[in-house]
């Protein structure tokens, strides 16, 4: 009989931790080791990312809609104990489900799990509290942690991050902002609707979210200045942070673009690092592996360079640091794994582009599935791109909330979906549906337009009829 194939799962109770480790408890020949030393534990997500700040947003988001819409009297208070309150209850539930998914896969013959730190010996090595666990292949599935931009007096002063704005049951009255991506968008509105400050938000660019087009980029910005009255400084760069008067700070800035510009100072009760997440891999000795962390250090196929045994996935490997892909990540991990280990060929990590970023309280989210109108261009391709406005449909005005666009992107020959792009309210449950349109390479002519009630997806058969007149 072959000899068992041990494979150490570092991250055990993670997304992509998981997502192997379910791969790899049914597989002939294998011993797993899931490590995790999370206190309580129970992944990124489910503790400190998605599922914790959709809960606080959803209560901010009845507030804005109650006072975005005049047949109501009255505006709401958020009673922000109460949020928070909630939002523990649920993901400790959350939690504890996913440690007994896994409490059940270590109950398994040839399963064990420590609830210890992880620190590779070597390239198949791996010291866990004082023991050493000599293992065929390892899987890093850590995750990210809160990235901590380099800028001079940021060690002098205090400031809150996305953990602690999902903890606070209080805010102070003025807050600035610096990261204006996924987490900043998110979050930015919850400060305004829920904490009821007054807040100023640091932009790099001209406009908020590279991925999009720019008129998504464009009308973003104008929501956020507009209904949640929040002060974009676009072009601008932090250079410094001091403490102010009082327990307040003063970050130094840069406005009008890299070159030039003009320096001023912004003051606020509060700094908020909203800065994005970095790979949590920082003390998991990976020199001592002959890993090097860096842009390209993980393959497409989820092996770390320089490791073919040492499979990196999720946010840990910095590719692409979002849920659904970490999952999907985890169980390629464990497929090629085991293609390794039986001389197969390996495959790659193929996916379709598919973000949500929850903006606007969720009110307004942004989607895109596919391709945007500006990378199908850079391709020099025949295409065809139409556009339509949430004001075209009278439904999201009865709904009060009337703004926003969507946009879809064509072959001009064949008709096929290569990518569609949502800035109105309920784009986000949108996604699934043109994800199977865009992944499924749908002609846009064969997509049924049965859209028979007053619905909002009255925006998708109205871009669906114009792309099909444009194709024909």
């Known amino acids: 009989m072959a000899s068992e194939t041990h494979v150490v799962v570092i991250g055990a109770y993670g997304s992509a931790g998981v997502a192997a480790a379910r791969e790899l408890v049914d597989a002939e020949g294998v011993r797993l080791t899931l490590v995790d030393d999370g206190e309580p534990g129970g992944g990124l997500c489910i503790l400190r990312g998605c599922m914790p700040s959709k809960e606080v947003l959803s209560a901010a988001e009845h507030r804005f809609q109650a006072r975005h819409d005049h047949r109501v009297e009255g505006v709401p208070e958020v009673d922000l104990e109460s949020v928070v309150a909630t939002k523990d ?36 090595t791996v010291a866990v509290g004082d023991r050493r666990i000599e293992a065929d292949y390892v899987v890093v599935a850590t995750g990210s942690t809160v990235n901590v931009p380099d800028l001079p007096g940021l060690d002098e002063v205090d400031y809150m991050t996305s953990a602690d704005v999902l903890d606070a049951t209080a805010f102070p009255d003025s807050g600035v902002v610096m990261g204006f991506g996924y987490v900043g968008l998110e979050l930015v509105p919850y400060l305004v609707e829920a904490g009821g400050m007054d807040v100023t938000v640091i932009e790099h660019d001209d406009y908020p979210l590279d991925e999009a087009d720019e008129a998504f980029r464009a009308a973003l910005l104008d929501i956020y200045r507009e209904e949640f009255d929040v002060d974009v400084l676009t072009n601008t760069r932090e250079q410094s942070v001091e403490p102010a008067s009082g327990d307040g700070v003063r970050l130094h800035v840069r406005r009008g673009g890299p070159a030039g510009g003009r320096r001023e100072a912004v003051e606020a009760d509060e700094l908020f690092l909203f800065t994005g997440r970095r790979p949590a891999v920082d003390d998991l000795g990976l020199e001592n592996a002959s890993i090097e962390p860096g842009p390209t250090w993980v393959r497409d196929t989820m092996q770390a360079r320089g490791a073919e045994r040492v499979f990196v996935v999720g946010d840990a490997n910095g590719r692409e640091p979002v849920l659904h892909v970490a999952k999907e990540e985890g169980a390629l991990a464990a497929e090629n794994l085991l293609r390794h280990r039986d001389g197969r060929e390996l495959e790659p990590h193929r996916t379709t582009h598919h973000h949500v970023v929850f903006s606007g309280l969720a009110v307004y989210p942004y989607a895109r599935v596919g391709a945007s109108e500006r990378a199908v261009a ?32 064509v072959d001009a020959d064949d008709g096929t979906v290569l990518g569609y792009q949502g800035l109105h309210y309920h784009a986000d449950v949108m996604a699934k549906t043109m994800q199977v349109v865009v992944e499924t390479g749908m002609d846009v002519r064969e997509v049924p337009d049965r859209a028979f009630h007053p619905t909002t997806p009255e925006i998708l058969d109205g871009l669906f009829r114009a792309a099909t007149a444009e194709v024909d």
């Open 89 to 124: 209850d649920h993901v400790a539930n959350f939690a504890e489900h996913r440690r007994a998914a896994v409490r059940k896969m270590a109950a398994r013959d040839g399963v064990e799990l420590v609830r210890r730190r992880a620190r590779f010996v070597d390239d198949t």
């Open 378 to 409: 850079s391709a020099d391709r025949d295409y065809v791109a139409v556009t339509r406005e949430a004001s075209s449909d009278g439904v999201f005005a009865t709904k009060a909330v009337p703004r926003g666009l969507a946009k879809l992107v």
